[in-house]
Every structure is written in C-alpha cells, then in structure tokens.
C-alpha cells in the first residue's frame, strides 16, 4: 500500500517547489569554495540585513527562552504608524508566504475557485491547490498580468484573485491607473490579493498608493514582506493589509506564534532603518543598469523590471544554467514557468553582477 494515496488528489499532484539552490550545496556538488560562489537566485537583499535590525537582534536574543508576542503588538503598532493604518487591518507572517496561504485557507475551499496570471508567482497556484480549489490561469500579455482578462475570467465560484505587482519571476509592473481600475469593476464579493512584495524598488512615480485604496476597497488585501528590501529574508517575516474583517478571519487560521521574536524586533528595526533602504535601492538601481547594459552589449533580449531581479532570453536555458553552476553562479531557471529559454537573475553587488556578467559572455562565446 502506498502511503502517499492517503493524502488527497489534489495535494498529491501538486508540483513541488523549486527553490533557488544554496550555495553549500552546490560547493559540495561542483567541489567549488563557497566563498568564489556567486548567488543570484533568490532576490535576497545583497547587502546582507540592517545595521539597525542587527542590533535589534542581539539585543533580544536574551528573551529566547519566552514565547513571542503571539500578537505582535510592537511590531503592528509600528507598521501602523508606517503605512497609516490600524492594526486591526494587519495580519502578521512567518514571511509573506505564510499570509498567501493563510489567506488561501481562511477563504477557499473545494469547489471554490481563485483566479491567477500565466508566469505569476509559483506559490499562488501551489496554495490555491493545497486547499483543493480550482485555479484559474489566465494567459500573460507581454508577461505580465492580463487585468481585463483576468477580469473577464471572473466565475461564480471565484473567491479570490492572485496579483504579484511587481511580478516574480517576470518583473513586470501593472499601472498603477490599471490596478485602481481593475478593483472598481471587480466584484465586491471577490477578494484581491495584491502581492507587493518589491513595491519599495519601484520609482516612486509607477509605486500604485496601495495603502490609500485600502478603505474603499474592504475586499483588496495588500501583502507585503521583509526578505526583499529589507533584508531579512531569513528571519521570516511579512504581513498583509486589509480591512479589519478580512483581518480578523484571517488571524483566525494563523498559528499564535508564527512570527518569532526576532524576526519582530528586526522588523520593527528595519522600518526605522531609511538609510539601509536607501542604499539597498542605490544599489538595485545601479546594478539593474550594469547587468542591462551588459544584456544590450550582448545582443541578449530581456524583460525590462522594475524589481531587484530580470529576467532575460537565451536558447538553451538549461544548458546555460548548467554552465553558470559549474562556474559557482547561481542563477534562476524558469522551465517550472514553461519559461524554458528564459533565466532569472537577481540583482548583486557590482563584483557579483561583473561576475554573472563574465560567465554569460564566456558562455556566448562557447
Ligand atoms: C519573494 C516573494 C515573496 C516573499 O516571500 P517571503 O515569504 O516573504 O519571503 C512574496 N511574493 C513574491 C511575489 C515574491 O517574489
């Protein structure tokens, strides 16, 4: 007997997920010296965390033997004040991924359906089918979110809709305009998920006021997360805004202590910390020009982004990949998006950046 028929169809044939690969094992698997690896796969913030949340860590590493604030009181006393809501409208999670599938749990289940774009962000369909519910997919237009289509997709069952804005792993941007627009003519018994999750590399001028909209539209619930822009990818931590009805159902679903003590107090760090979010976004800036002037002097055709990662064409991307790996340069492959000429590159340091940018010239000229 196999033990795996005890779980349900729809987990059972659920894809699992392709994370990007970790330097320690590919030093073990390529005998190559962590230290020479470059990795560029996951969109972590280059300059490593804070000043601020590093010292808000050690500083509460003496309170390890008690048990979180299961409320996260300080940590959403201070996001309220950030993004001027209250917290009743917050939901806090063991990173951003968690709320998506608090949210999935707390509003689908079988029979439902939620709605979601062609190359979106890998864990809304895997959430949406971990529950049992139908997932729309609706195609991409110039690879990102089709809004009309994703509209017109709309069925009776759909409870929700999946929006990454900026998009992972494509980098593409919804207008602000658009977005507004598409929550007006949605549903009002449909909720909208509007991942932000690189909102802060936006230019301040294509950066939708996500935060504003939150009144008129009880329905919309803005995720946010601190392993981008802030730096703490490894701690685990994100949130999601919305009205405090949607709030308060959702809370309802997540496990008291899923943040940790740490990760509250570097977050709480993090938000006061405008001079690292100011470098981090120096940086990202600077070295999405480096590695696009690099892609134009190499006739390589890419995505253009506005987050901290690009996406870009070339023919055989798993044979590219391959070579970037055995040269300590982890990047990522999109074939799980049905993207198989296509790679993802994070945005680095200006020597990481050169050093991505060596190998693929080598690799072109193999
Ligand atoms: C990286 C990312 C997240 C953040 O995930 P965490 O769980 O907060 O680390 C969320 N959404 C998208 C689209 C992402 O790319």
């Known amino acids: 007997m196999n033990l795996q028929d005890l779980a349900p169809k729809y987990v059972r044939l659920i894809a699992p997920y392709q994370p990007g690969k970790p330097v320690f094992e590919l030093a073990r698997e390529m005998g190559l010296n962590p230290a020479e690896i470059v990795k560029l796969a996951s969109n972590e913030n280059p300059l490593g965390m804070g000043s601020k949340a590093k010292a808000a860590i050690e500083k509460e590493l ?55 774009s062609q190359y979106a962000f890998a864990v809304y369909p895997l959430v949406t089918q971990a529950i049992g519910a139908q997932g729309i997919q609706v195609n991409a237009l110039d690879y990102g979110h089709d809004l009309d289509a994703m509209l017109a997709a709309i069925v009776p069952t759909t409870k929700l809709v999946w929006i990454a804005n900026p998009n992972n792993p494509t980098g593409t941007m919804a207008r602000p305009g658009d977005l507004f627009e598409f929550l007006q003519n949605c549903p009002k018994n449909v909720l909208v998920v509007l991942d932000e999750a690189y909102t802060e590399f936006f230019t301040p001028e294509k950066r939708p006021d996500s935060m504003s909209w939150l009144t008129d539209f009880p329905n919309l619930i803005v995720v946010r997360t601190f392993s981008k822009a802030f730096g703490l990818a490894g701690l685990r931590v994100g949130m999601a805004l919305t009205s405090p009805a949607v709030a308060d159902i959702i809370n309802r679903v997540r496990q008291p202590f899923n943040v940790n003590s740490l990760a509250q107090a570097a977050a709480i760090a993090a938000l006061d910390d405008e001079e690292f979010l100011k470098k981090t976004l120096r940086v990202n800036s600077e070295g999405m020009a480096q590695l696009t002037a690099a892609f134009v002097r190499l006739g390589v055709s890419f995505i253009p982004s506005q987050a901290n990662f690009i996406a870009f064409h070339c023919g055989d991307a798993a044979a590219l990949n391959l070579f970037m790996l055995q040269r300590g340069v982890i990047i990522r492959p999109l074939a799980p998006y049905g993207l198989t000429n296509t790679l993802r590159v994070s945005v680095g340091l200006p020597a990481e950046n050169a050093r991505f940018i060596e190998v693929l010239e080598e690799a072109l000229a193999d």
């Open 62 to 116: 003496a309170e390890l033997a008690r048990y979180p604030d299961g409320n996260g009181f300080d940590l959403k006393r201070k996001i309220a004040q950030k993004y001027k809501v209250n917290s009743d409208q917050i939901v806090l999670g063991n990173g951003s991924n968690d709320v998506l599938e608090l949210v999935a749990r707390a509003f689908l289940s079988p029979g439902d359906s939620a709605v979601y």
